[in-house]
């Protein structure tokens, strides 16, 4: 693994006690931070703060980071308060994975009343208290986290291990078989996993919202001895055209990009599209590696090869389908998503559920407060539908025999809604999940299922936070809009509807009467 661990956590948590532990089964060096410090200062930190003042305590700590980030291969012990400043949360992104050691403000009284003294900023009475709630949601963000109470040093670092090891690995057996890696550690490992063939050069095209992780995929790669350069960008629509994707051409180009190269996309679908298009495309195809950034790309779109970009005839009008060469899911990643975008991977995530797997359902929905408060938490899911994704992606890569078409549970009414209350007014997951509540409606009315069946989930999916706009939009224009669709055959539109939760079926034949008569229980203005 490239980089360094970064242990975080209160004082008294055990990160001193704990890092050369972790360091020794990992073959690393151990790094206290605040002895660097110290050592440096030659003085204790107790002095420092006493003689100096925090600030400048603060100071020598961003220093002595950033030294230590420039660094690689040791396992480091953050001090208490490191994480709340942002050039160094910026400096231990860019240069390793973070881990919080979780421990109650009774582990944590219990391990400093050996040494308070060492410990300036606990002198006050309660600061142990007020500094341990301040600081928790700094130290969540961090990708894995241990609950240490209760735990001896050893064991906590053997939990941290296990976890920086536990991944799952899913094969998408197309002929050009791939692996969707799934874990805290995907990223750090990217270069030990994929790197490009005979010593081209790697291309990484990052959206500006995730750019910590794209500077850390880069350097990884850097420090593996590879030419990498890194390209921001703003992954909107516009990204998703002729004139985006010649920009990122001519990019690749100045770069010396060749077919040797690789190109490591880091973002959304919007990423995904434009820059496994522009991948699948360059000098006839340079292998694409994707770094889903959002649910939704984690659980669908960066799995399956389908690229696209958007034509003024229309949305997703030039594209191919092109497997990615490998998939790096790192969970926690999912953790700065605004709730928007959770909600909308979470639709696609029900989707396969109510479509494919009932089992997946119910979890789903046991675990969607969990899922809602941390995505990251979600990874059986996350893993669930990838491979569900994968066994049809399989069976049918060119969709072309309709087996893939199952995945468009919920999809036509969905594509309808997004272009009638014009793109990006709707996010895709949010479209699906009223586009499902359609569908629905519809196997309720061709006699696939029955509305007992119907009303529970129709239920849960209304509850789900959806902008309402959706229902001033124009009916009929959503009508003819599902007529449009790509998966119109002669009998009537083809809709995947269900005959129980976790089976679909194909229905050819339903008319524009049905979807208008479907539309008007979900309650259109
Ligand atoms: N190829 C396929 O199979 C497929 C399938 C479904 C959707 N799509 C396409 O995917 C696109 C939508 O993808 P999306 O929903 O992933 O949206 P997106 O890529 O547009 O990202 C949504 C928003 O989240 C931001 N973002 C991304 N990762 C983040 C992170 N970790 N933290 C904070 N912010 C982050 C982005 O900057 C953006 O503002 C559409 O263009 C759609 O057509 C493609
Ligand atoms: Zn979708």
Redesign the pocket.
């Known amino acids: 693994m490239n980089g360094n661990i970064y242990l975080c956590g209160p004082s008294g948590s055990g990160k001193s006690t704990v890092a050369p532990l972790l360091a020794e089964r990992r073959g690393l060096q151990a790094l206290d931070l605040d002895a660097l410090i110290e050592a440096d200062a030659q003085r204790p930190i107790a002095r420092i703060v006493d003689e100096e003042g925090e600030p400048a305590f603060r100071i020598r700590e961003r220093d002595a980071l950033a030294r230590v980030a420039a660094r690689c291969g040791a396992v480091v012990a953050l001090g208490g308060g490191a994480l709340e400043d942002g050039a160094n949360r910026r400096a231990i992104a860019e240069s390793g994975i973070l881990v919080f050691l979780d421990a109650s403000v009774a582990t944590c009284r219990a391990n400093t009343a050996v040494d308070a003294g060492r410990r300036p900023l606990l002198r006050e009475p309660g600061a142990l208290e007020r500094l341990h709630a301040a600081r928790r949601p700094r130290y969540r963000e961090a990708a894995i986290c241990v609950a240490a109470d209760g735990l001896t040093p050893p064991e906590v670092a053997a939990a941290v291990d296990a976890l920086l090891r536990a991944e799952r690995v899913i094969r998408v057996e197309t002929p050009h078989p791939y692996d969707v890696c799934i874990g805290a550690a995907a990223i750090e490992t990217l270069p030990d996993r994929i790197t490009p063939p005979n010593g081209g050069r790697v291309v990484v095209v990052a959206?500006?919202?995730?750019e910590g992780?794209a500077t850390r995929v880069a350097r990884a790669y850097h420090d593996a001895g590879f030419h990498a350069t890194l390209l921001d960008v703003?992954?909107?629509?516009a990204l998703?055209s002729l004139a985006g994707v010649g920009a990122l051409y001519e990019r690749f180009a100045e770069a010396r990009l060749d077919r040797r190269g690789i190109v490591v996309g880091i973002?959304?679908?919007?990423?995904?599209?434009a820059a496994?298009f522009a991948a699948a495309t360059y000098q006839r195809g340079v292998p694409f590696v994707a770094l889903?950034?959002?649910?939704?790309?984690a659980v669908?779109?960066?799995?399956?090869?389908?690229?696209?970009i958007?034509l003024p005839a229309g949305?997703?009008m030039a594209?191919t389908v092109t497997q990615p060469a490998y998939v790096a899911i790192a969970p926690q990643?999912?953790?700065?998503?605004?709730a928007r975008?959770v909600i909308?991977?979470y639709g696609?995530m029900l989707k396969y559920g109510l479509a494919l797997d009932a089992a997946l359902y119910a979890a789903l929905r046991a675990g969607e407060a969990a899922l809602m408060a941390d995505p990251a938490t979600a990874l059986d899911a996350i893993a669930r539908c990838v491979e569900l994704k994968a066994a049809i992606v399989v069976s049918d890569e060119e969709d072309r025999t309709g087996v893939r078409a199952v995945l468009n549970f919920g999809h036509t009414v969905a594509h309808a809604l997004e272009k009638v209350a014009g793109y990006g007014a709707l996010?895709?997951?949010e479209a699906v999940i009223v586009g499902m509540r359609a569908a629905l409606a519809l196997s309720v009315a061709r006699g696939h299922l029955s509305d007992a069946a119907r009303q529970p989930v129709d239920t849960h999916l209304a509850s789900l936070s959806v902008p309402d706009t959706w229902r001033a939009l124009n009916r009929d224009a959503i009508v003819d809009a599902t007529r449009g669709d790509k998966k119109r055959h002669a009998g009537g539109t083809q809709f995947v509807l269900i005959d129980a939760i976790g089976s679909a079926r194909l229905d050819d034949r339903v008319g524009p009467d049905d979807v208008r008569a479907a539309l008007a229980t979900l309650g259109f203005a």
Do not use: M, Q, Y
């Open positions: 959206d500006r919202a995730v992780i703003d992954a909107d629509e998703k973002g959304g679908g919007t990423i995904g599209d496994g889903p950034t959002t649910l939704l790309a669908d779109s960066a799995i399956g090869g389908k690229t696209a958007n949305k997703n594209g990643v999912l953790r700065s998503l605004p975008d909308s991977g696609e996010r895709h997951g």
